[in-house]
Nanobody, 120 residues
Framework: VQLQASGGGLVQAGGSLRLSCAAS????????MGWYRQAPGKQRELVAA???????NYADSVKGRFTISRDSAKNTAYLQMNSLKPEDTAVYCC???????????????WGQGTLVTVSS
């Protein structure tokens, strides 16, 4: 199972970006999917997560600005980021709880990071 994150880049404050996280491989089912970020010198933090049923939760710092969604048919999660601020600058990583074919339990997988840089 692989997770491929994409969509990062350089944007001015107030701008928008949309991140994608596509899971591929021997996947039977995906439970929760989430986005985390880590800024230089800071700990990794949860940005947003979405369950298979569509329930979401967000970090307080991004509520009202970021929206997480998923396309279960494509095994893909998205993070729409609006009204970006310089403090949103970080490497964003996605993860997913995946049940592989032939497996009896969900395992957590991580994608590579994608850099988001917000200039002031």
């Amino acid at each position: 199972v692989q997770l491929q994150a994409s969509g990062g880049g350089l944007v001015q404050a107030g701008g928008s970006l949309r991140l994608s996280c596509a899971a591929s491989g021997s996947i039977f089912s995906i439970n929760a999917m989430g986005w985390y970020r880590q800024a230089p010198g800071k700990q990794r933090e949860l940005v947003a997560a979405i369950t298979r049923g569509g329930s979401t939760n967000y970090a307080d710092s991004v509520k009202g600005r970021f929206t997480i969604s998923r396309d279960s048919a494509k095994n893909t999660a998205y993070l729409q980021m609006n009204s970006l601020k310089p403090e949103d600058t970080a490497v964003y990583c996605c993860n997913a709880d995946v049940l592989g074919f032939g497996s009896n339990w969900f395992e957590e997988y991580w994608g590579q990071g994608t850099l988001v840089t917000v200039s002031s």
